[in-house]
Every structure is written in structure tokens, then in C-alpha cells.
């Protein structure tokens, strides 16, 4: 009998995946040597059958684990009901993902603007302050990170992602992170928003410092500037609690979210306080806010609240920063860590020592040149953290 065809992926098995994907990208990533064809909870895999330890979750986006069987569940029983629906249509699943997030968001939150992902929902962010304000002009950090579009790259600090694309979108000024006397210096009349970080991710795992937070709140209220807190890589359990912004004890009047919102699947959302009021017909986006996404979204956080994630990242991010310091590292300058977002500050560059790591089955992430970020799954094993804390120390010996 002939061979009954399985898939049309039988048929690719002789298919030089690599190859592909050089001839028809357009090669904006620098990529690592590898094909990911399957993952699971805190392990992908290769097309060649190799496992590997998953310590970037594709920047801190697999929070709940790949294929997390809710969100897969979730994402199923929804494609095969409706997947699409324009935004001027009530839907019940957007519906139940509105009133899902809100009841995890801090409470002076109140409305949501749904995206497809990250900097879209920095560009609304901008956009509102603008229309809400009267006002231009924008303050964000050096060596902050908010996204590669105009507006969100305008707030990005860094000179490669920018300088061949300018002229980008004028009134934005950068001040040092935790400096909050360079800062009052540029605010003015006409500044409409201050974008932060709470913990610097791009740039390099920088932990904000509560007592600046508290003053930059303060100077917000006072001069009728809105504060908006970017939570993208941050946000969803990642340092111990379900936001980052609880450990300052502040209020943002916008919270920028996306990456882990939604179990792995594209979306996004910019959360905005009471006085953020906007016209109709003014903003928008086709697939923002999605009956896909939004599935996917309440069964990811659906997740978080019932195994109580936040207090896994706490735990488990304690643990291993205790392990990692038995050892003496001498390749290592500072170690920073809340929950389970991790930089690690070496004395010489970190990609050689993620291509390193790469060899023992881990993978890892830069931040900046001489960084190496750790954001796990956060149901990552403990036996999974016993073991990259070993090969930890033995390539940064
Ligand atoms: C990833 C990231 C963004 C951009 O999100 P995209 O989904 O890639 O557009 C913005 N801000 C921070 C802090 C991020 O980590």
C-alpha cells in the first residue's frame, strides 16, 4: 500500500529551515543557531529533538509556561467559535477579559485600550497624554526601552535602534534613571507625560528606586503631568507580585502592558485612571482587544490567580539568587534580582556566555553588552534552577 500522507509537514521534513528563513526575512535579528519547533511549560525544543532549559521565555512573555494547557485549551474552543470581531461590536469573551483584568490591575486603573502588542500600547499612551494635556512634550529615561514605532522609539534611549531612522517624533528628552534632580530640570509647562521603567529590562535589569518613584509621583500631581508606568516586560507576577508597581506604593495614570498578558499570544493593553477621557473615533486598531487574544488572556490570568505565580517568582527567584552565590564567580560584577527578573553584571561581554550557555541546552538573554538577563517561565522546576545555576558556575567561574 502507498504511504498515506500524515501532514504537509511530512512532506517538509528535507526543508532547510534556516535556509528559508535567510532567503525570505528581511534580517533585522541577530539570530541564534538554532530552529525552535516545540515547547513546554519551561523547556523548547529543537528540530533536531535537542531539549533546552528556557531561561528568557522569549523576553519574559511565557510567563505561564509554553503551551500552557489552559491558555491552549482556551485559544482552541475559541478559534473554533469566532475568532474575529470588529471593535465597534460588543463581544462577550473581550467582555469577560475586561472585567478578568481589572480585577488584578491596581485600582485606580479604570479603562483599557486593547492592542495587539507592546508599542502600540505605548503610541496610545503617548496619543492620550497629548489630547488629555493640551500638552507636547515627553520625559523619558536613559536607557529605557518602550518599543520600535515612532512615537515608542521616540522614548527609546538607545542610538542603534534610532539614528538611521530619525527624524523621529519631536518634544522627547532623556534624563539618568533614579536621578530625580536631572529630571525636574527638564520638565516644563509644556510637558505632557513622563514615561518610566519601574525595573529597566533592555537596559540592563536597573532597579528603580522607591524613593524616586515616590518623588516623580509627586512632581507629576504637581504640575499636572501624567505619569505612565511601562509595565511590558515587568508586569503579570514576573518580580514577585502580580505588578511591579505594587512594590513602589504609587499610582500611575497609565500603565502600559503586553508580552506575558496573554499565555504566549500577541496583545496588549494600556491602562488609564479616571482622567484619561477620550473622544470617539479618535484611536483604534483592527485586531487590538481580539476574541482570540482575549481568550487566551483570561486563561492566562486565570492561571496566575490560582497558583499564585507571583509568590512562585518571589520564591523561586530568592532561591536561586541564594544557590548562585555559593559559588565565587569571578566573572561576575553585581547580581540583580527581584523575583524571577534576573541581571547579572559581568566584568566582560555577555554573548559569548550565552552562546556558552547555548552549549548546555540553556538559553538566555543580553541586556545591554555586558548584562545577562534570566527571565524563566515562572513555573519553572527548582530542579530546573539547581541545574542552569551549575552550568552558571561553570562558564562564569
Ligand atoms: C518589549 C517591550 C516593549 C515593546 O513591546 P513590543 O510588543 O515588542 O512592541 C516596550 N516596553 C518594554 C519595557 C518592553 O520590554
Known amino acids: 500500500m502507498e504511504k498515506v500522507q500524515q501532514s504537509h509537514k511530512d512532506d517538509d521534513k528535507m526543508k532547510d529551515y534556516k535556509a528559508l528563513v535567510q532567503q525570505y526575512e528581511i534580517g533585522v535579528y541577530p539570530m541564534r543557531d538554532l530552529v525552535l519547533v516545540k515547547g513546554k511549560g519551561a523547556h523548547v525544543w529543537d528540530d533536531q529533538g535537542n531539549e533546552y532549559i528556557d531561561m528568557a521565555s522569549g523576553i519574559s512573555v511565557a510567563n505561564v509556561g509554553h503551551a500552557n494547557d489552559k491558555v491552549v485549551d482556551a485559544i482552541s474552543k475559541q478559534a473554533a467559535t469566532l475568532i474575529t470581531c470588529a471593535n465597534t461590536f460588543y463581544n462577550d469573551t473581550k467582555a469577560l477579559f475586561l472585567e478578568k483584568l481589572f480585577s488584578i490591575t491596581p485600582g485606580n486603573l479604570k479603562k483599557a485600550f486593547l492592542t495587539n502588542s507592546g508599542t502600540e500600547a505605548v503610541e496610545a499612551a503617548f496619543k492620550f497624554a497629548r489630547a488629555v494635556t493640551k500638552k507636547t512634550k515627553f520625559v523619558a529615561a536613559m536607557k529605557g526601552f518602550h518599543g520600535r514605532t515612532y512615537g515608542a522609539l521616540s522614548a527609546t534611549f538607545k542610538k542603534e535602534y534610532r539614528d538611521i531612522f530619525e527624524p523621529l517624533v519631536p518634544g522627547f528628552s532623556f534624563v539618568p534613571f533614579n536621578n530625580f534632580e536631572k529630571l525636574v530640570e527638564v520638565v516644563d509647562d509644556n510637558t505632557a507625560g513622563i514615561i518610566l521603567e519601574l525595573i529597566q529590562g533592555e537596559g540592563g535589569i536597573n532597579i528603580g528606586q522607591k524613593e524616586y518613584f515616590q518623588k516623580v509621583r509627586e512632581l507629576c500631581t504637581e504640575k499636572n503631568i501624567l505619569l ?48 484619561i477621557q477620550i473622544e470617539k473615533s479618535r484611536h483604534g486598531s483592527t485586531f487590538g482587544g481580539n476574541p482570540l487574544a482575549c481568550a487566551a488572556g483570561i486563561a492566562s490570568i486565570n492561571f496566575m490567580l490560582e497558583n499564585k505565580l507571583w509568590e512562585q517568582a518571589e520564591a523561586k527567584g530568592n532561591y536561586f539568587r541564594e544557590q548562585l552565590s555559593k559559588y565565587t564567580l569571578s566573572k561576575v560584577r553585581e547580581i540583580r534580582q527581584i523575583g524571577l527578573m534576573i541581571g547579572i553584571e559581568l566584568k566582560e561581554k555577555s554573548q559569548p556566555i550565552i552562546l556558552e550557555l547555548l552549549k548546555h541546552k540553556i538559553l538566555s538573554l543580553p541586556a545591554g553588552t555586558t548584562v545577562l538577563r534570566l527571565l524563566p517561565p515562572l513555573v519553572i522546576s527548582y530542579e530546573d534552577l539547581d541545574i542552569t545555576v551549575n552550568k552558571l558556575a561553570e562558564v562564569l567561574v
Open 228 to 275: 505612565i508606568i511601562d509595565e511590558i516586560q515587568t508586569g503579570f507576577c514576573r518580580t514577585g507580585k502580580m505588578f511591579t508597581i505594587e512594590h513602589y506604593g504609587i499610582e500611575a495614570d497609565m500603565i502600559t502592558l503586553a508580552k506575558s498578558i496573554a499565555g504566549g499570544f500577541p496583545m496588549g493593553a494600556l491602562l488609564c485612571s479616571e482622567k
